[in-house]
Antibody
Framework: QVQLVESGGGVVQPGGSLRLSCAAS????????MHWVRQVPGKGLEWVAF????????YYADPVKGRFTISRDNSKNTLYLQMNSLRAEDTAIFYC?????????????WGQGILVTVSS | EIVMTQSPATLSVSPGERATLSCRAS??????LAWYQQKPGQAPRLLIY???TRATGIPPRFSGSGSGTEFTLTISSLQSEDFALYYC?????????FGGGTKVDIK
């Protein structure tokens, strides 16, 4: 069955950096685009970034453009999110999500989420 | 960006009753609309995509309709496990955007 397991979260000071990982299993990782979506605890969902299956196309939400970088290693079945210049407003639960076979923009499986806290 | 607006924010329904949730897009998204369910402490779960197609394993009491800017999620007969938060999401245009959510709670 499809499994997505995030890691790398924690507490970081404003201006700091963090790299999230998402280990994928149960499907052919190299065939699917992947996303990061975040959620401030108790609030709504916000799409963060997308990477195509081959890594050649990437899209970002405006609030993270220039600060976050999505990448993947298909040989390791792992998705990454490098987060630099972190701000308090980046505090959220970060989910990795797999695209469906129907569209790049539909998330058919999600990880359990990892909390990132930006605080001094 | 396309703004998605969900109404109502909270819907109080008795078990066995029908629930109707609305989602409006600030511009046409054709049928590129998905619905997700989220329970406390859990990740969202895909319910509906392409406005009306149920995802794998989703029971038929969940149905979606609409196109363009107006969409509806209907739960025909609410079960105890359906009390949760529901989000709509457009995938017509980048950036992908979600509605603010509708909480379905027990009346």
């Amino acid at each position: 069955q499809v499994q997505l397991v995030e890691s790398g979260g924690g507490v970081v000071q404003p201006g700091g950096s963090l790299r999230l990982s998402c280990a994928a299993s149960g499907f052919t990782f190299s065939s699917y685009g992947m996303h990061w979506v975040r959620q401030v605890p108790g609030k709504g969902l916000e799409w963060v970034a997308f990477i195509r299956n081959d890594g050649n196309t990437k899209y970002y939400a405006d609030p993270v453009k220039g600060r976050f970088t999505i990448s993947r290693d298909n040989s390791k079945n792992t998705l990454y999110l490098q987060m630099n210049s972190l701000r308090a407003e980046d505090t959220a639960i970060f989910y990795c999500a797999k695209t469906s076979g129907v569209s790049w923009g539909v998330f058919d499986y999600w990880g359990q989420g990892i909390l990132v806290t930006v605080s001094s | 960006e396309i703004v998605m607006t969900q109404s109502p924010a909270t819907l109080s329904v008795s078990p066995g009753e029908r629930a109707t949730l609305s989602c409006r897009a600030s511009q046409s998204v054709s049928s590129k609309l998905a619905w997700y369910q989220q329970k406390p402490g859990q990740a969202p779960r895909l319910l509906i995509y392409d406005a009306s197609t149920r995802a794998t394993g989703i029971p038929p009491r969940f149905s979606g309709s609409g196109s363009g800017t107006e969409f509806t999620l209907t739960i025909s007969s609410l079960q105890s496990e359906d009390f949760a938060l529901y989000y709509c999401q457009q995938f017509d245009t980048w950036p992908l955007t979600f509605g603010g959510g509708t909480k379905v709670d027990i009346k």
